[in-house]
């Protein structure tokens, strides 16, 4: 263990001890899949938890802001949105804090596979639809959070298209044809809610087919429910992810999630929709460049620029 691990496992145990006294408190185990931080599972007395800290010698900002995560979870405790508690934490530096941990099956049918019966796929999805009714319903303004900008749908379009255009164009074919189409019409605003930022089953705990848990909230913000609306329908279907996407039965259809989301249509979803491809294309473009830049070795990234070019060209005929 490095001395910075050394140095904050036994600030963790020192903590969970003044929580479970004359207990034992086990060391920091690495958990994972944990992309935020450092992630940890600790054992103290009957109780086990998730320890979140930010990497020694790293600023806390972005994804390494592990204290914001803890603010939205405390301000989300008792809502009815399930959420692990959060036990403990420090903002000394380097920074972290201690949740329960919920047990459960984190699984994304669309890209992870897995053997799940079609009845239980489609009642996750559609209780995870339900979570995201009730996550969107909250006023934010009641919750207590810390101040946050407003991302509208322009905000939004901003901020993934400086992301696209900083991937290698060889990579984004059909890029500036999508941000064209996107810009050119842009949907007014509706009132902001709390977002999640990455709502799919892959960033749930589920305990059969009910959400035991929703995780992983390095990028919540205050913003328009239809983006993470159309986020969530790109998982609906395998084939939105050709080349690496598993045939799954079960999956309600994106019209069907809809529907169960706002009991309707919904204005603007064609847009939003073509929204979650610019964005996914993005993100994987990002992805691919920082594995040939040499910042993240993952050979499996240069499987990916046709399922990238297919994002990009699904999300223009969507518009065009």
């Known amino acids: 263990m490095l001395t910075g691990e050394t140095d904050l496992a036994g600030r963790v145990a020192a903590r969970l001890r003044s929580l479970h006294p004359g207990a034992e408190v086990g060391g920091l185990a690495v958990l994972p899949g944990g992309r935020s931080g450092l992630t940890y599972r600790v054992r103290a007395g009957a109780g086990e938890y998730v320890v979140k800290a930010v990497p020694a010698g790293q600023r806390p900002v972005g994804r390494n802001d592990v204290l914001r995560q803890a603010e939205v979870l405390r301000a989300l405790a008792g809502t009815g949105v399930p959420v692990p508690a959060v036990v403990a934490s420090s ?6 804090f201690a949740m329960t941990l919920v047990p459960g099956q984190s699984l994304e049918p669309a ?29 934010p303004a009641l919750l207590p959070l810390p101040p946050q900008p407003v991302l509208g749908p322009g905000e939004e379009l901003d901020r993934w298209a400086r992301t696209l255009r900083a991937v290698p164009a060889e990579l984004r074919p059909l890029g500036e044809d999508l941000l064209g189409l996107l810009g050119a019409d842009v949907p007014a605003a509706r009132p902001a809610v709390l977002v999640h930022g990455d709502l799919r089953l892959g960033n749930v705990l589920c305990a059969g087919r009910e959400i035991a848990a929703v995780i992983d909230w390095e990028i919540w913000a205050l913003g328009d429910p239809r983006v993470e609306l159309a986020w969530l329908l790109l998982f609906a279907d395998p084939g939105n992810f050709p080349g690496i996407g598993h045939p799954v039965a079960g999956l309600p259809g994106e019209d069907d999630l809809v529907r169960a989301y706002a009991g309707g249509e919904l204005p603007g979803m064609r847009w939003f ?39 990009l060209r699904a999300g223009a005929e969507l518009l065009g």
Not at 91 to 96: D, M, N, R, T, Y
Not at 274 to 301: F, S
């Open 273 to 311: 929709r073509a929204l979650a491809r610019l964005k996914m294309a993005a993100i994987m473009g990002h992805n691919i460049r920082r594995h040939r830049e040499g910042r993240h070795h993952d050979p499996v990234q240069e499987t990916l620029p046709p399922t990238v070019a297919a994002m």
């Open 91 to 96: 903002s000394e530096h380097p920074a972290w």
């Open 111 to 139: 890209l992870d596979g897995g053997d799940l019966p079609p009845a239980l796929v489609r009642d996750r999805m559609l209780a995870l639809i339900a979570v995201m009714r009730r996550l969107h319903g909250l006023d």
